[in-house]
């Protein structure tokens, strides 16, 4: 089955962080120990939103050294395709749920002497369980959290109560920002660097870090991009021999899946590579959103990533 | 273009280094460590600098004549750069950069030119800051002898030219590889006469 063996578990825990964020508990439902994972994976939640399957990825901020349970943060996302709200809206303790497996994306290079994490609102939660794990072993971080105001901010005041001398906080509405430059120039060499947020501050953050000579090899980021919704389009799949609708509010990937084509996938956000499909016929334009093929990839219209890409235009078949 | 030490056509494998032209990258430091015929090479990167004097007020070279005596620091000492370092030999040029490194900042651009053993062990010292391997320019001019470490004995013996030669530690006969170690910045010498003690092939000069 495609996304690897399933985690059954049980929702234990729901917690209002603030006005926008809860965090979820699972543990397993039959009382053994999670498999075990690294500061920077993340899980995909499957729901079951009245018939309709949602499987969303979020990153773990539990301490991974703790297999009693996963702990997730959902932020609510009112204009988005339902995710966040059918967990914000119905998950509630005693509730059975499907995880998959843990998968590191973004995972610490532990031959770094020292981990500079950058974070913008929600993206801090694979903070949090990267800077459980250094803590552990001891290595050398330097966090850098911007929150639109305090009360959004979440785990602040978990997180500058345990490091206060290597966390620093901005709020957005008291205007303050990183002075990114100078906090770059001051790494001593050896250190890589960790951001992850909305997508304008990833590339801020990594064309300034670039444009000062960071190497790219020590440059790491991660975004989950939702699907994005658009016109429904038609896809013909050539291994499948079938023809299908992707609807507005649907992924390819979800539309393969609901006429029962069992496609791969292990992020579904576009960063994984795992879903990359061959395209035999494009007439049309491929509205390439993930960050897994190249810019001359995406050009070539050759491949297709059906996590999140949607297209325009007369005719697609692809190898499914 | 990309320069192997390889004869065109010759098999090899992964692990074997291979060496393309230093090319300017943006920096706040240029850190540039070579050694013997590097020195050319050196030259030719601030050769192709934008803003050249921006460049070398920026650089520091550290310098060692080459295995082969080749020494061309008047051709460094000519370019002008903000700090130059001449060293006696590899091992008395490594504890210098060591030191560099202590205080050295991100946004740091490292290049190593000349020979292997230089560049080697040059990038183990980089390496060992949690720096990306990498990211570490690399160009490979002068003398091809090389650094290798007897996979018996883990002793190692520098500059040596010919294959197969006698370990300078414990004297077996030993075949020279070129699978090549990161972490001992040497290639792997192992014994050619196991089975049949001493029916070794007769030694070729292979790297000069």
């Known amino acids: 089955m495609s996304g690897g063996a399933k985690l059954q578990v049980r929702v234990a825990e729901v917690v209002e962080v603030n006005e926008l964020i809860k965090r979820f508990r699972f543990v397993a439902r039959d009382g053994s120990e999670l498999p075990a994972f690294s500061g920077g994976a993340h899980t995909v939640v499957e729901m079951d939103d009245q018939g309709t399957r949602r499987l969303n990825p979020y990153s773990l901020m539990s301490d991974p050294e703790d297999r009693s349970g996963y702990e997730i943060s959902v932020r609510r996302d009112e204009a988005g395709r339902g995710g966040s709200l059918f967990m914000h809206r119905h998950v509630a303790p005693g509730m059975e749920m499907v995880l998959s497996n843990p998968v590191n994306l973004f995972a610490l290079d532990n031959r770094a002497k020292k981990h500079l994490m950058i974070a913008g609102g929600i993206g801090i939660t694979p903070f949090l369980a990267q800077i459980a794990q250094l803590t552990h072993f001891g290595g050398k971080f330097e966090l850098h959290y911007s929150a639109r105001s305090k009360p959004l901010g979440a785990y602040m005041d978990r997180l500058t109560a345990a490091h206060p001398d290597r966390v620093h906080c901005y709020f957005d509405e008291l205007g303050q920002q990183i002075d990114l430059k100078r906090v770059l120039a001051n790494q001593p060499i050896g250190t890589h660097l960790y951001v992850c947020g909305p997508k304008g501050m990833i590339a801020w953050v990594l064309s300034t870090a670039e444009s000062l000579g960071w190497p790219k090899q020590a440059l790491h980021s991660e975004e989950f991009l939702a699907p994005g919704t658009g016109l429904p389009f038609q896809v013909e799949l050539a291994a499948s021999g079938k023809t299908i609708t992707v609807g507005p509010t649907q992924s390819l990937l979800e539309a393969m899946e609901a006429s029962g084509v069992d496609a791969p996938y292990l992020c579904r956000g576009g960063a994984c590579g795992q879903c990359e499909t061959n395209v035999h016929k494009c007439d049309g334009t491929i509205l390439h959103r993930d960050h897994w093929l190249t810019p001359e990839e995406q050009a070539s219209n050759q491949k297709i990533m059906p996590c999140v890409s949607r297209f325009e235009g007369k005719t697609l078949v692809i190898d499914r | ?208």
């Open chain 2, 1 to 208: 273009m990309t320069t192997t030490l390889i004869p065109v056509g010759a098999p090899s494998i992964t692990s074997r280094p291979v060496y393309a032209p230093l090319e300017p990258r943006p920096a706040s430091q240029h850190l540039i460590i070579a050694d013997g015929e590097g020195a050319e090479a050196v030259v030719a990167l601030f050769g192709k600098a934008n803003d050249r004097s921006a460049m070398l007020a920026a650089a520091q070279v550290l310098y060692t004549p080459g295995p082969n005596g080749t020494d061309q620091s008047a051709a460094l000492e000519a370019l002008g750069v903000a700090q130059l370092f001449r060293a006696p030999t590899i091992p008395a040029l490594l504890p210098r950069l060591a030191r560099v490194l202590s205080a050295a900042h991100m946004g740091t651009q490292f290049y190593l030119a000349g020979t292997e053993g230089l560049i080697g062990q040059a990038e183990r010292e980089v390496m060992n800051t949690g720096f990306p391997h990498a990211s570490v320019q690399k160009e490979h001019r002068g003398s091809t002898v090389r650094r290798v470490q007897c996979v018996h004995c883990k002793g190692i013996t520098e500059n040596v030219a010919t294959d197969p030669f006698k370990c300078s530690h414990c004297g077996l006969n030993l075949f020279v590889r070129d699978h090549y170690s990161r972490r001992m910045a040497a290639f792997q010498g192992v014994n050619i006469d196991a089975e049949d003690p001493g029916q070794v092939p007769e030694s070729v000069v292979r790297f000069k």
